[in-house]
């Protein structure tokens, strides 16, 4: 079963951190580049992060930049977002998507910047 399930996320106070994990199953996780989206209430799904099939190139959001970290674990089969200095307009719902010739998309996992 081709499948992305996303964890990691949760409430948290503005300025913590969390870790994000997208685990792949059913597919050659390692042939397919893999992103971060997310999606805040009443807008539309943006993307975060990107990362390439062998984790040699990243790319960013300009907002993120210098506080999220996109890598994956080939090993794993599992891509990670780690998230520094929260803020309230980090509130979302994260997904995960892996591209290649198809797009295989998570269920997502609230990420929620509240004090």
């Known amino acids: 079963q081709v499948q992305l399930v996303e964890s990691g996320g949760g409430l948290v106070q503005p300025g913590g951190s969390l870790t994000l994990s997208c685990a792949a199953s059913?597919?050659?996780?390692?042939?397919?580049?893999m992103s971060w989206y997310r999606q805040a209430p009443g807008k539309e799904r943006e993307l975060v992060a990107g990362i390439t099939a062998t984790g040699g190139s990243t790319n960013y959001q300009d907002s993120v930049k210098g506080r999220f970290t996109i890598s994956r674990d080939n090993t794993e089969n599992t891509v990670y977002l780690q998230m520094t200095s929260l803020k309230p307009e980090d509130t979302a719902v994260y997904y995960c998507k892996a591209v290649r010739f198809r797009q295989i998309w998570g269920q997502g996992t609230q990420v929620t910047v509240s004090s």
């Open positions: 059913g597919f050659t996780f390692s042939n397919y580049f």
